[in-house]
T-cell receptor
């Protein structure tokens, strides 16, 4: 089945540790996105990529990094510089062209120990 | 800056009744795309309905329909014959074009009561 997978479902980070969230899609979508969801905040954009080997910062990119070495993969690293990483992280992808609908993965819940 | 506002943080509706969720947005673009997403307790984001701004006809998907008022920059979602499975957070979202990120409202929590 085509879709978007995120792993792990839950992730625990210790102080000073970098952690990486995985996002893979087999929908042949060019564009991929990372959003952060906090209670009462809706979804906020962290990074997005419209093509392999290229990505742009979103509204809250500080403390995060990404790579896009393959079309189907867009991993997100939460670095130690992100002081408040506890949140729900959602990955999405879309086709090229106007109005491409974004489809979402199941999400990763990140908690700080 | 483009913004999306959902003015109803929480709503409830009796099973089988109709409910309307409000959404307004602010943009200087003439062509754009609007979406409603549903997030049930599983937290999976599910597309409910999509509207293209250049189409005057309101989008419908089974029990879900929208009232798109371009001049007023309003995009409300009507759910008919509400079902218990409709209980979820509902997010209104906007994008000026393809391949660009969505701008989300803060959501409306809908509870369907038996």
């Amino acid at each position: 089945d085509g879709g978007i997978t995120q792993s792990p479902k839950y992730l625990f980070r210790k102080e000073g540790q970098n952690v990486t969230l995985s996002c893979e899609q087999n929908l042949n979508h060019d564009a991929m996105y990372w959003y952060r969801q906090d209670p009462g905040q809706g979804l906020r954009l962290i990074y997005y990529s419209q093509i392999v080997n290229d990505f742009q910062k979103g509204d809250i990119a500080e403390g995060y990094s990404v790579s896009r070495e393959k079309k189907e993969s867009f991993p997100l690293t939460v670095t130690s510089a992100q002081k408040n990483p506890t949140a729900f992280y959602l990955c999405a992808s879309s086709v090229s062209g106007p109005g491409g609908t974004q489809y979402f993965g199941p999400g990763t819940r990140l908690l700080v120990l | 800056a483009q913004t999306v506002t959902q003015s109803q943080p929480e709503m409830s509706v009796q099973e089988a009744e109709t409910v309307t969720l409000s959404c307004t947005y602010d943009t200087s673009e003439n062509n754009y795309y609007l979406f409603w997403y549903k997030q049930p307790p599983s937290r999976q984001m599910i597309l409910v309905i999509r509207q293209e701004a250049y189409k005057q006809q309101n989008a419908t998907e089974n029990r879900f329909s929208v009232n798109f008022q371009k001049a007023a920059k309003s995009f409300s979602l009507k759910i008919s014959d509400s079902q218990l499975g409709d209980t979820a957070m509902y997010f209104c979202a906007f994008t000026p074009s393809g391949n660009t990120p969505l701008v989300f409202g803060k959501g409306t929590r809908l509870s369907v009561i038996a």
